[in-house]
């Protein structure tokens, strides 16, 4: 009876044979180790006695080891006894050609021998593939691998997945996909593996599915006001690549003008087309299609665009010019309807010195339903106000109101009045004499005119006057100088 326990660590695999020694037939063991490694085959031997004889020959019949003793000029053979009755045949740095049949023999007595099988393994190595690439749909495709390998390994299908490997469980050099579609299209792997290598060889093959668009609309209705940002959308699944392009009553449309034509690839074979309109005006109403068309066929999609009409402002009322006394309100009449956020209405005052914006629609805080107070550079302004639908209110006008005031009413037309304030309606004199303007620039011209006059008229008088100074002194001193040279010649003619 033989019994059999193997040791494998890093470096080595032993193999232990416990030979009951006896005439029956021998068993044949096996023992796998990589190239490289250190195989240690072991010969337990029950029966001790000094004439018992130990010996190991190779699968050539050449004698190993007798005993204790080496005799093999191979020095990466060598006897290991690590207990009485082992006798370990190990075998260094074990090659490819060390491969075959061991076998332990006992003597003298002539007993059967016990062999062992040496497997030196080759890590397993994908040597041709073949199956990969595109087919029409519905098509019958077979994947296949080979691989060799010591031992021979054996061929698993995997696919992946959503970046995941599904085993298929199927074994074998071939994969039979029946019938070619969407769902079994995809990246295949196959994977040889051996018995006792822990060295996988994988190999990945490639799977393409060929179609004729198709079209899914995700909204085939769109509702949309006039003059709004509108887009859109289809998805478009196919392969190969096709021709993606957006129609209307007949008419291709282009990324040209208000609309913008484009395309994203969002998944395997899946595209996502768009239509973007800038700005929706009526004409863009309507029934759209989106197309795709490849040399397998051709797909489309229809989407309907509809909406209300955008409202056309309409001036209701306009501002007249004004003539109020000092201290009365004063109302200008701007009443418009449909006046929408894209239509912005402002009101301006332009007066001798500036000219500055009292109020625009967006800024508007309703405090009831028929009046608002009005907000100007983000401050709460109580001089103005507008009633109802824009009309401008401006409370106890002074000389500092007067000007030009205007509606501006955004893409449409300038509507524009005066205002005027007098003291008394009563007197024309009076409204002559003081109907002016706060700061007039002709005024402030002729003012600094005469400063300019008055400062030159005293800048020549001080000149004249000191040149009248420097005259005089200058007389005098002559005087002096001749009163002195008189002096001396006097004082001369007395000597």
């Known amino acids: ?151 021979e390994p054996v061929i698993s299908w995997l696919r992946v997945e959503n970046h995941q490997l599904i085993d298929l469980n199927v074994k074998g050099n071939n994969y039979v996909i029946d019938s070619l579609n969407l769902s079994t299209a995809g990246v295949y792997e196959c994977h040889a593996l051996a018995r006792g290598v822990k060295q996988t060889a994988t190999a990945a093959l490639e799977v393409h599915v060929l179609f004729a668009p198709i079209i899914k609309v995700p909204y085939q209705e769109v509702l949309q006001e006039e003059g709004k940002w509108t887009q859109l959308s289809c998805l478009v699944t196919v392969n190969p690549k096709a021709d993606l392009y957006w129609m209307q009553n007949g008419r291709r449309i282009d990324s040209a003008g208000s609309y913008v034509v484009s395309s994203q690839e969002i998944g395997r074979y899946t595209h996502l087309l768009r239509l973007s309109i800038e700005i929706l005006s009526y004409s863009d109403y309507g029934e759209y299609q989106c197309l795709a068309e490849n040399e397998h066929g051709k797909d489309a999609g229809k989407i309907t665009l509809s909406g209300e009409q955008k409202k056309k402002a309409v001036v209701v009322s306009r501002p007249r010019d004004l003539v109020v006394t000092v201290g009365e309100d004063a109302l200008f009449n701007c009443s418009v309807l449909h006046l929408s956020a894209d239509d ?45 639908q824009y ?81 005089r002194r200058s007389r005098k001193d002559v005087e002096y100088t001749h009163s002195v040279q008189l002096n001396a010649k006097v004082v001369k003619i007395n000597q």
Not at 55 to 84: A, C, G, M
Not at 371 to 388: C, F, M, P, R, W
Request: a neutral charge; glycine letters at 4%.
């Open 391 to 471: 009309n401008l209110l401006i409370r106890t006008a002074n000389f500092s109101d007067e000007g030009l005031y205007t509606c501006q009413i955004g893409g449409h037309e300038n509507l524009s009045a005066t205002l005027n304030v007098i003291v008394s309606k009563d007197s024309d004199t009076v409204c002559q004499e003081y109907h002016q303007e706060p700061f007039n620039l002709n005024t402030t011209l002729v003012v600094v005119c005469l400063v300019v006059i008055v400062l030159l008229l005293v800048t020549i008088v001080v000149i004249i006057l000191v040149c009248r100074f420097w005259a």
């Open 1 to 151: 009876m033989i019994t059999t326990d193997m040791y494998k660590d890093t470096l080595s695999v032993t193999v232990v044979f416990m030979l009951w020694l006896s005439r029956g037939v021998p068993s044949l063991q096996m023992v796998q180790v990589d190239v490289g490694e250190t195989a240690e085959l072991v010969c337990i031997v029950e029966i001790t006695g000094s004439n018992i004889v130990v010996e190991w020959y190779s699968k050539l019949d050449e004698l190993l080891t007798q005993n204790n003793e080496v005799k093999t000029q191979d020095r990466r053979f060598s006897i290991r006894r690590q207990y009485i009755k082992e006798w370990v045949l190990s075998i260094n740095n074990v090659r490819n050609s060390d491969a075959g049949k061991y076998e332990c023999r006992i003597g003298p007595v002539e007993y059967k021998p016990y062999s062992v099988e040496l497997i030196v393994s080759r890590p397993p190595e994908i040597t041709n593939t073949s199956g990969p690439g595109s087919y029409v749909l519905d098509s019958r495709v077979v994947l296949s691998c080979a691989a060799r390998g010591i031992p």
């Open 344 to 388: 912005r209405l402002v009101w301006w005052h332009r007066s001798a010195n500036e000219t500055k914006k009292l109020f625009e629609s967006p800024s508007l805080k309703r405090t009831s339903k028929k009046t608002s107070e009005l907000t100007v550079n983000g401050l709460e302004n109580a001089k103005h106000d507008v009633i109802g």
